[in-house]
């Protein structure tokens, strides 16, 4: 049906979302609607409604697996789209993600992204518990209370 038809007769009822099985409607709702997440890390507190996500979690937070190679480099990976990341940032110089406000291209949706709210939109996800500080990286606000907030209670909300 996905590939020849496009019929997609499963539909959410709370929302516009369609499938053709039903498993994946089952998942949507989960994830989307219910936040269920029925699979658990037999290691850890980590949650999850699909099986691919847990194993990924356990190979990168627990076993330290990276089956993923770069043939270049000695760099591994869990996940082989990080591993494509990998190779067209630091090999081949390959940036598919290109702005649509300026000549900007990336290796990585996240890094356009964030080149976006830097330098097109002002968002600034990351807000300072303590003060007005916001940050488009996490990792700038982290600094930010490393330096400013140190001898306070460290809250970080997005």
Known sequence: MARHTGDKPNQCPKCEYKSVSKGHLNRHIMTR????????????????????????????????EKPHQCPHCEYKSVQVSNLKEHIMARHTDEKP??????????????????????????????QCSHCGYKAVRLSHLKRHIMARHTNEKVILTR
């Open 97 to 126: 993600h290109q702005c649509p406000h300026c000549e900007y291209k990336s290796a990585q949706i996240s890094n356009l992204k964030q080149h976006i709210m830097a330098r097109h939109t002002d968002e600034k996800p990351h």
């Open 33 to 64: 609607h219910t936040n269920e997440k029925p699979l658990q890390c037999p290691l850890c507190e980590y949650k999850s409604v699909n099986l691919s996500h847990l194993k990924q979690h356990i190979m990168a937070r627990h076993t330290n």
